[in-house]
């Protein structure tokens, strides 16, 4: 079964950087095209926030565009999620998983990242 470790998350004020990194036991990144970082906020479903494919190609949603880098480094099995200038709206659980999702892939734990004002 593949696992997702994500961490990195904590408090940061509003305009701060933060950078969240996702491990993966296996090699998920080669075995699937797309991968990405998800969010959720309280009383809200799982939102894509950015991909990137294995070739690099990346994708954000329009709230975190020119604020939020996707990055993987293969060799680690690792995948990065760099927040810079956060909004108060960036307060959320976030989580890695696969673009489109698989019902072969569990959700991890996530790691909550609070913007506080």
């Known amino acids: 079964q593949v696992q997702l470790v994500e961490s990195g998350g904590g408090l940061v004020q509003v305009g701060g950087s933060l950078k969240l990194s996702c491990a993966a036991s296996?090699?998920?990144?080669?075995?699937?095209?797309?991968m990405g970082w998800y969010r959720q906020a309280p009383g809200k479903q799982h939102e894509l926030v950015a991909s990137?494919?294995?070739?690099?190609?990346?994708d954000y949603a329009d709230s975190v565009k020119g604020r939020f880098t996707i990055s993987r480094d293969g060799r680690k099995n690792t995948m990065y999620l760099q927040i810079e200038n956060a909004k108060l709206e960036d307060t959320a659980v976030y989580f890695c998983?696969?673009?489109?999702?698989?019902?072969?892939?569990?959700w991890g734990q996530g790691t909550q990242v609070t913007v506080s004002s």
């Open positions: 296996t090699g998920i990144f080669i075995e699937y095209n797309n």
């Open positions: 990137i494919t294995k070739f690099g190609r990346t």
């Open positions: 998983n696969v673009n489109p999702l698989s019902p072969h892939v569990a």
